[in-house]
């Protein structure tokens, strides 16, 4: 019996090709308790992570290049894997619960450039910040139920990066 034959394919192309075939189909969505979910389609997917694709490259990340998200399940998450793809990045992805010394190790042994994290995280990585000499930038995801009482701005949001406005967009 013959086996199938799959066809190497990196997710970003994926997206792609999926976001011209049903550029309004929810892909993904995220329950956010008692506030508003956020929901993705194809479009979205693609859209929004090759803003942040190209904020990466703005950023001096590129191919064979790594970045760490820090963060619980959020859609920015999701951005943040494709975009890597599309750059032929490496996201390291870092569990929420990590702090101290096994949050720098984890960020230090990956060799990432970048951290994106949320603000109700962003001490922890502010307590480990001068043991990382690697990390040369440290982006926030601002989600509007998360009450830090932190001074963000200092840091760039991510948040931003994907409400920019692209050339041509109207809406």
Do not use: C
Not at 9 to 29: D, G, L, M, N, T
């Amino acid at each position: 019996m013959a086996e199938k034959v799959y066809k190497k394919k990196i997710i970003s192309h994926v997206i792609e090709q999926k976001a011209r075939e049903e550029p309004y189909k929810e892909k993904f969505i995220f329950e956010n308790g008692d506030f508003p979910d956020d929901k993705a389609s194809y479009g979205d997917l693609y859209r929004n992570s090759k803003k942040i694709a190209a904020e990466l490259q703005k950023m001096g990340i590129g191919k064979g290049d790594r970045f760490a998200a820090y963060m619980k399940n959020h859609l920015e998450a999701i951005y943040l894997t494709i975009a890597a793809s599309m750059i032929g990045a490496t996201i390291v992805p870092i569990e929420h619960r990590a702090k101290g010394d096994l949050l720098r190790h984890q960020v230090d042994f990956s060799d990432s450039k970048a951290i994106f994290t949320t603000e109700d995280l962003l001490e922890n990585v502010l307590a480990i910040k001068d043991k990382l000499p690697k990390v040369q930038h440290i982006y926030l995801v601002h989600k509007p139920w998360i009450e830090t009482g932190v001074t963000t701005g200092k840091y760039p949001s991510l948040n931003d990066v994907i409400e920019e406005k692209e050339p041509g967009d109207w809406g």
